[in-house]
């Protein structure tokens, strides 16, 4: 691997200065922020995936246990400023007591009068979680009363919804003017803690694996991580665009036509140091039952009216090679489309090699995350991101706005 070098260093948000180790929560009314905002089914009863619940469990138990009294705020999907009953938090309050083996109450609303006598009521150790904040549509406007609202309910405010982080929301970043302390919380801390680590004096050699279906939505985390990864490995169908902005015919594979120059460019600038796939998985459609067949990038061209849907064994082979001689690893996004089966052969073996790897390893995306648990190889990962978005803006060099409020406390 290249000796590079890193004098530019990419800018990034710095750790909060306080987190609930800090404080003393003795007899606290604290206010936390988390992200709830979990996968339900169509009928908004059923809990599909309880991951982000269980997330925010130390920083919950962390609080309780310190004789405070909690009250809860999340948002759910995305119900447009005003209730909406398949987007209640009703199902989360279920099996978060159950998870805490202690009664969660579900508040009717997370302002008014109501609100506020329930969260004055509150004795050290009982929970109250509000009902979804995007049911207002202050909250996503971040208009000061909301916030003013939502900050008069508590004593203290922590927030630990690292998913939520890059929204400047009421609840993420204004309603810290109004509030007396403010800090972060435990998974707060920890997903910065690595993120930072990513961008900051990482350990060399630095493999960051970016995948998923188009490059608009990655172009500033693939420039900034340019700056300071040794490889950067590309997957998924944003791989089409570098390819065709060489000239070279991609058949019907998804295309950012309007991001043609901007490929060229990029593979222009970086030398080896952007690895694109060797050979691909192709087919005439995305479904289980389809023919396949393996095309050499170098020799062969991608039939007419056939898309490339993942990585062949030689780009499989190739990677594994990068991944194994790694020391930290960043991977966000999938090599392929590998929810459907014939075309997840090359995200699961690019799971199976970072796990196996040895490196420091940071997963971020619900995508990675699934293929990571697909694998059976979680446990291997030194930290899975609950936040897509946020770790995307982070690793791009943005400030997180829910990040910066807690900076100024």
């Known amino acids: 691997m290249p000796d590079r070098d890193r004098t530019r260093r990419p800018s990034t948000a710095s750790m909060p200065h306080r987190t609930i180790r800090d404080l003393d929560l003795q007899g606290k009314r604290v206010f936390m922020r988390v992200d709830f905002n979990v996968p339900l089914e169509a009928d908004g009863l059923t809990i599909t995936s309880d991951t982000r619940i269980r997330a925010a469990l130390p920083t ?17 999907g995305r ?4 209730p909406n009953p398949t987007m209640s938090l009703k199902p989360v309050a279920a099996r978060l007591s159950e998870l805490l083996g202690r009664p969660v109450a579900l508040a009717s609303d997370c302002v008014g009068d109501e609100v506020t006598e329930q969260a004055r009521s509150l004795a050290p150790g009982n929970v109250l979680l509000l009902e979804n904040l995007r049911f207002h549509a202050g909250e996503e406007k971040n208009d000061p009363e909301f916030a003013r609202a939502l900050a008069a309910l508590c004593d203290t405010y922590v927030n630990d919804a690292f998913g939520a982080a890059h929204r400047a929301h009421a609840s993420t970043a204004g309603i810290v003017e109004y509030v007396a302390e403010a800090a972060a919380g435990l998974l707060m ?13 990482p350990a060399h050699p630095y493999i960051a694996i970016i995948g998923g279906a188009k490059i608009s939505g990655k172009i500033d985390v693939i420039r900034n991580l340019l700056d300071i990864a040794d490889r950067v490995l590309i997957g998924g169908a944003m791989t089409y665009t570098f390819v065709k902005s060489q000239g070279v015919p991609v058949g019907d ?4 036509n309007e991001k043609l120059d901007l490929a060229a460019d990029l593979l222009k600038t970086t030398g080896n140091q952007l690895l694109l796939p060797q050979d691909h998985v192709v087919a005439p459609d995305l479904a289980a039952d389809v023919p396949t067949q393996t095309v050499d990038g170098a020799d062969d061209l991608i039939p007419e009216h056939w898309k490339a849907l993942d990585i062949g064994p030689a780009t499989i082979a190739a990677y594994s090679e990068e991944i194994s001689e790694a020391k930290m690893i960043v991977w966000n996004g999938p090599m392929g489309a590998f929810e459907v089966a014939p075309f997840a052969t090359g995200t699961i073996a690019v799971a199976k090699a970072v796990a196996s790897s040895g490196a420091t390893s940071i997963v971020g995306g619900g995508d990675s995350e699934k293929a990571i648990q697909i694998a059976g190889v979680a446990d291997s990962i030194t930290h899975i991101s609950t936040g897509g978005g946020a770790s995307l803006e982070f690793l791009a060099g943005k400030t997180l706005p829910g990040v910066a409020a807690l900076e100024t406390t």
């Open 253 to 256: 594979s998804l295309v950012e």
């Open 189 to 201: 801390e920890r997903e910065l803690k690595y993120l930072a680590m990513a961008l900051r004096e």
């Open 79 to 82: 119900p447009k400023g005003r």
């Open 60 to 76: 919950v138990k962390a609080v309780l246990d310190s004789g405070a009294s909690l009250i809860l705020a999340s948002h759910l």
